[in-house]
T-cell receptor, first 113, second 115 residues
Framework: DGGITQSPKYLFRKEGQNVTLSCEQN?????MYWYRQDPGQGLRLIYY???????QKGDIAEGYSVSREKKESFPLTVTSAQKNPTAFYLC????????????FGEGSRLTVL | AQKVTQAQTEISVVEKEDVTLDCVYE???????LFWYKQPPSGELVFLIR??????QNEISGRYSWNFQKSTSSFNFTITASQVVDSAVYFC????????????FGTGTRLTIIP
């Protein structure tokens, strides 16, 4: 079935460690996104990519990095520079960046110990 | 700047009751799109509807209906004859013009349907 796969679903990390969250899509979508969800704050955009080998910062990019070497893949690295990394991370894709109709993965919950 | 306000943090209703989720938006752009997404307990958000700023017709899809009123900058969502499967967090979102790739989300409304 077509869709977006995020892994791992749950992740624990010690302070000071970098961690990479995987996001893969087989929808042949050009655009991909990473959102962070915190209780009571809705979704906030971290990074987005309109096309392979290109990406832009969202509203809260500090402490995160991404790459888009393949159309299907958009991994997110949470670095030790991110002050408050414990959150629920959602990856999404859309057929193109003008659509606005996003397809989401089931999320990755990161807990920093 | 654009903003989406969902003032209702949590709502609980008894099954089969109707319920309306409120969404108020702010933007200075004349061209924009409004969205509703549903987030069930599994975590992924599911697209429900998209409306553009030039189409104020109300929309009905089964038990779901949406009321878009530019005069009050609102895009409210009504579920009639609610069911337990409707329990979820619902997000309203706004996107302005084609040059802006970002969706601005509200903080969500957690809807619980009591059997």
């Amino acid at each position: 079935d077509g869709g977006i796969t995020q892994s791992p679903k749950y992740l624990f990390r010690k302070e000071g460690q970098n961690v990479t969250l995987s996001c893969e899509q087989n929808l042949n979508h050009d655009a991909m996104y990473w959102y962070r969800q915190d209780p009571g704050q809705g979704l906030r955009l971290i990074y987005y990519s309109q096309i392979v080998n290109d990406f832009q910062k969202g509203d809260i990019a500090e402490g995160y990095s991404v790459s888009r070497e393949k159309k299907e893949s958009f991994p997110l690295t949470v670095t030790s520079a991110q002050k408050n990394p414990t959150a629920f991370y959602l990856c999404a894709s859309s057929i193109d960046s003008a659509s606005g109709e996003l397809f989401f993965g089931e999320g990755s919950r990161l807990t920093v110990l | 700047a654009q903003k989406v306000t969902q003032a209702q943090t949590e709502i609980s209703v008894v099954e089969k009751e109707d319920v309306t989720l409120d969404c108020v938006y702010e933007t200075r752009d004349t061209t924009y799109y409004l969205f509703w997404y549903k987030q069930p307990p599994s975590g992924e958000l599911v697209f429900l509807i998209r409306r553009n700023s030039f189409d104020e017709q109300n929309e009905i899809s089964g038990r779901y209906s949406w009321n878009f009123q530019k005069s009050t900058s609102s895009f409210n969502f009504t579920i009639t004859a609610s069911q337990v499967v409707d329990s979820a967090v619902y997000f309203c979102a706004l996107r302005t013009n084609f040059g802006n790739e970002k969706l601005t989300f509200g903080t969500g409304t957690r809807l619980t349907i009591i059997p």
